[in-house]
């Protein structure tokens, strides 16, 4: 898993720990440090910690006049035993909602499993935006997905086969952000 880096592509464009704004403003990376592992496997120093032992983020792309976000992860997402979405919440979101992000984009393909619990940090976090933002998961793994789908998470995610499967590395972020917005309304999840 050490292999495996956050998308840099973008970073002659936005990096977070230079981002004031950002929850990762000021961090700094030592490639030579191997403090971030998920269970016994070392990860990349570059993905960035959000207070779980199972699940790792790195804020790939920012745009506060647009008020949306690119997020991609790494691990395992587990609310039942870490409770990886109140760390999520609590330590990241929190921080961007309180800057005017309102859609969030979330990159699932480094996802290797989800274990669900209560979703309250999920409701908390769907009527934070209510009326004016969403939050799109991209590339997730199938079976994470059905995890999802069966822990009612539906009501606050959006997903579909489509959003399954995009290319998104060769777009620029707002084109990938006006796409999904262009999407999401042609298929009436937006008004």
């Known amino acids: 898993m050490f292999n495996i880096e956050p998308f840099s592509q973008w970073r002659n464009q936005y990096k977070a720990e230079y981002d004031v704004r950002s929850p990762f403003y000021g961090r700094e990376y030592d490639l030579y440090s191997n403090e ?3 269970y016994n496997f070392i990860i990349h120093p570059y993905w960035d910690f959000i207070g779980s032992e199972t699940l790792y983020i790195k804020i790939l792309f920012a745009d506060y006049e647009r008020k949306f976000a ?6 395992e ?5 870490n409770n990886d979405i109140m760390h999520l919440k609590r330590n ?3 921080e ?20 669900s619990s209560d979703d309250c940090y999920y409701e908390e976090w769907w009527e934070d935006i209510e009326g004016e933002g969403w ?3 991209l590339n997730f793994r199938d079976f994470v997905l059905e995890e999802m789908r069966q822990a009612r998470l539906g ?3 959006i997903w579909s086969e489509i959003l399954s499967n ?11 952000f006006e796409v999904i917005q262009k999407y999401l309304k042609d298929n009436k999840w937006l008004g």
Do not use: C
């Open 36 to 38: 971030n592992q998920i």
């Open 70 to 75: 690119i997020m991609e992860l790494i691990g």
């Open 77 to 81: 997402w587990n609310d039942a035993i």
């Open 92 to 94: 990241v979101i929190d």
């Open 96 to 115: 961007m909602l309180y800057q005017g992000i309102r859609h969030f984009i979330l990159i699932g393909e480094n996802v290797l499993n989800f274990h």
């Open 135 to 137: 939050i799109v998961l």
């Open 155 to 157: 009501n606050y995610l």
């Open 166 to 176: 995009v290319n998104w590395r060769k777009s620029s972020p707002v084109l990938l």
